[in-house]
């Protein structure tokens, strides 16, 4: 496992990867070698895309490690289009389970992969901005930046 840290409007980002997929994207920095790799440089350079409001999906090969609840939900969290935002609830009833809300917001808070996999855009069923592992004024800056670019 290999990362490489870059500054970004939001901070500096941690990008990790294996040799083949992109496993992590987190403001905080992970434990293992520091490099920047090919596979890093290209997540890194679809993020500065999207950061530039040119990109709005991401083409990246992802590792997703942890249960299979966790990765249903991971999976429905893809799904949620660019500018878009979706309910706890909506996540969990498209992944089988309309009751499981609060393991639906558990597993997004387990979310390695930031911005990729867009947890950004589940907020909460009153439409407020509930909870977000890297704070909600992070969550806020991204879902105002793409609003902003779903306007152009």
Not at 12 to 35: H, M, T
Not at 86 to 98: D, F, L, S, V
Request: hydrophobic content about 35%; overall charge positive.
């Amino acid at each position: 496992m290999y990362y490489f840290g870059y500054q970004t409007p939001i901070g500096k980002i941690f990008i990790s990867a294996d040799n083949d997929y992109i496993c992590g994207i987190s403001l905080s920095r992970p434990d293992c070698e520091e490099k920047e790799t090919p596979l890093i440089k290209k997540a890194f350079s679809q993020l500065s895309q999207y950061f530039d409001g040119k990109r709005k999906s991401f083409d990246l090969p992802l590792k997703f490690n942890g249960t299979e609840f966790q990765k249903k939900i991971w999976n429905e969290l893809l799904k949620i289009p660019y500018g878009k935002t979706t309910t706890y609830k909506k996540i969990a009833k498209a992944a089988g389970n309309e009751k499981a809300c609060r393991a639906a917001g558990m597993a997004n808070n387990k979310n390695k992969i930031m911005i990729v996999v867009p947890c950004h855009r589940v907020i909460g069923s009153n439409g407020g901005l509930t909870g977000y592992a890297f704070g909600i004024n992070v969550k806020k800056q991204l879902l105002d930046l793409e609003a902003r670019n779903t306007l152009n």
